[in-house]
């Protein structure tokens, strides 16, 4: 059964500093991963969709890569504004037309 | 932009009785999904949906549970008789291409069920 584990669980940065995101999964046996940012009571953004034969994806400050082999993702946001406060959500294509998310990093960027 | 839009945004309803969340997907999608998250705790994957069928649910979507597509359009999600646990925030999400073709998942605000 696929699990998907996020790293830090909560992660408070001034305005202005790149950041890592983590995100970790033990099926390596995947379609794609994306990542989605929540804000509080609103539903899921998806930011970046990667497939599997891909190893990274960039939009705008954001750069999501894939290690598929060791079961990891990381989402790079550069030059954090106090606008990317958020919960930011990965989710991998579990088979079958599912995903199956991680609870989540929830970020919050200090002006 | 195209979105996907849910309604209502909240609903509260007494225990026993039946709920209908509706969803209107992005018009060209072709598959629809069902998700919530209850306070606190991970998006949960409900059901799938592909041409007029359910291609996959969880073990959450019992009998209790129903979907459709009643129209060209719209997407719903029916809880027959509502418990407690119900409770939670239900995301409807639409793909173009299936998670599986890696296509993108694209969700609606959500529709916020409290059950009494």
């Known amino acids: 059964k696929q699990e998907v584990t996020q790293i830090p669980a909560a992660l408070s940065v001034p305005e202005g500093e790149n950041l890592v995101l983590n995100c970790s999964f033990t099926d390596s046996a995947i379609y794609n991963l994306q990542w989605f940012r929540q804000d509080p009571g609103k539903g899921l953004t998806s930011l970046l969709l990667?497939?599997?034969?891909?190893r990274e994806q960039t939009s705008g400050r954001l750069n999501a890569s894939l290690d598929k082999s060791s079961g990891r993702s990381t989402l790079y946001i550069a030059a954090s504004q106090p606008g990317d406060s958020a919960t930011y959500l990965c989710?991998?294509?579990?088979?079958?037309?599912?995903?199956?998310f991680g609870k989540g990093t929830k970020l919050t960027v200090n002006p | 932009e195209p979105e996907v839009t849910q309604t209502p945004s909240h609903q509260v309803t007494q225990m026993g009785q039946e709920v209908i969340l509706r969803c209107v997907p992005i018009?060209?999608?072709?598959?629809f999904y069902w998700y919530r998250q209850i306070l606190g705790q991970k998006v949960e994957f409900l059901v799938s949906?592909?041409?007029?069928?359910?291609?996959?649910k969880s073990e959450i979507f019992d009998d209790q549970f129903s979907v459709e597509r009643p129209d060209g359009s719209n997407f719903t999600l029916k809880i027959r008789s509502t418990k407690l646990e119900d409770s939670a925030m239900y995301f409807c999400a639409s793909s173009l291409l299936g998670t599986q073709n890696t296509g993108e998942l694209f969700f609606g605000e959500g529709s916020r069920l409290t059950v009494l």
């Open positions: 949906f592909y041409n007029n069928e359910i291609s996959e």
């Open positions: 018009s060209n999608h072709l598959y």
């Open positions: 990667i497939q599997s034969s891909q």
């Open positions: 989710a991998v294509e579990g088979g079958s037309e599912k995903l199956v």
